[in-house]
């Protein structure tokens, strides 16, 4: 019989926001040394150029209209490509410990006995505070960062769980809550939140095509809806939102682009 081929390794790799210049050192090696790279649909090409020629890429995502792979294949698929004996590069948008779904993915694998390590990556949030120029704590202002999702796996929203980012110290980073962010002002105000609270919606963070909607709490539901974003959208609500500079962003996006050049 033939030797069992030593068993490769699966590396759970946080892409950043987009740009490759916002990608860890560790994570662009670890993207150089891929020979099988997963990766999922808010991954830029400019990120994923960066790979060798030779390696095989798995697109997971959805992307262009298609659909999205099951989390069952997914694990299947990366255990599959380490049993080949292959180092496995699982990129994913951001950073893979929020909602990357990374502690399913590393206790599933380690369960078969493969190895698994996890490279961070820069979050939306902090790619779109520092972008817009505004800090995500500030002392006597913001205390506590708080990282939320609206919704839960059917799609739907807790009504529960809001007090806490209701605090006026409190900054909420709320993720995949663009079509919720009416429900969520709601639930914010009825805790305590003042309506007039500041407020940022950051599309495409870290990239030339980021734009700001600065609003408050009060309206942000309609003013997210009269600008009709088409990419990702991270909510940043709390006092610190009243100091984006949304001016700021122009010599850091007029730099992204020359280099996109
Ligand atoms: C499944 S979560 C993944 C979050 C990612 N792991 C991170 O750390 O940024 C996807 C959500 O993250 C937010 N997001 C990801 N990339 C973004 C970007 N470049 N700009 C704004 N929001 C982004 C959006 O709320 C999007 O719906």
Same mark, same amino acid.
């Given at each position: 019989m033939p030797p069992e081929p030593k068993l490769g390794r699966v590396r759970l790799v946080g892409a950043g926001p $987009?740009? /490759?210049? *916002? *990608?860890t050192v560790r994570a662009l090696r670890a993207i150089e040394g891929a020979q099988a790279l997963l990766y999922d649909a808010l991954i830029s090409d400019e990120v994923l150029? *960066? =790979? +060798?020629?030779h390696c095989l890429k798995i697109q997971t995502g959805k992307r262009a209209g298609r659909t999205s792979m099951a989390q069952s294949t997914i694990n299947r698929l990366m255990l599959r490509l380490a049993r080949r004996g292959l180092t496995v590069v699982r990129l994913k948008g $951001? !950073? +893979?410990?929020?909602? $990357?779904r990374v502690g399913e993915e590393r206790a599933f694998l380690q369960s078969y006995g493969v190895e698994v390590d996890v490279v961070p990556g820069v979050t939306a949030a902090c790619a779109a505070a520092a972008q817009f120029g505004f800090p995500l704590t500030h002392r006597g202002e913001a205390r506590r960062l708080l990282i939320s999702t609206a919704t839960v796996a059917s799609g739907a929203m807790l009504e529960e769980g809001w007090l806490a980012a209701a605090d006026r110290q409190t900054t909420l980073a709320l993720y995949m809550g663009r079509d919720q962010a009416g429900a969520v002002a709601q639930q914010l105000i009825g805790h #305590?939140?003042? /309506?007039?609270t500041p407020a940022v919606a950051v599309e495409n963070? #870290?990239? +030339?095509e980021a734009r700001a909607i600065a609003t408050t709490l009060e309206h942000l539901a309609g003013d997210l809806l009269a600008a009709q974003p088409s990419g990702p959208v991270v909510l940043l609500i709390g006092d610190? /939102?009243?100091? =984006? !500079? *949304?001016?700021?962003a122009e010599p850091v996006l007029q730099q992204l682009r020359k280099a996109r050049r």
């Open positions: $987009g740009a /490759a210049d *916002l *990608l150029a *960066l =790979a +060798p020629a $951001g !950073d +893979p410990s929020i909602f $990357g #305590g939140r003042a /309506a007039s963070a #870290g990239s +030339p610190v /939102a009243a100091r =984006a !500079d *949304l001016g700021s």
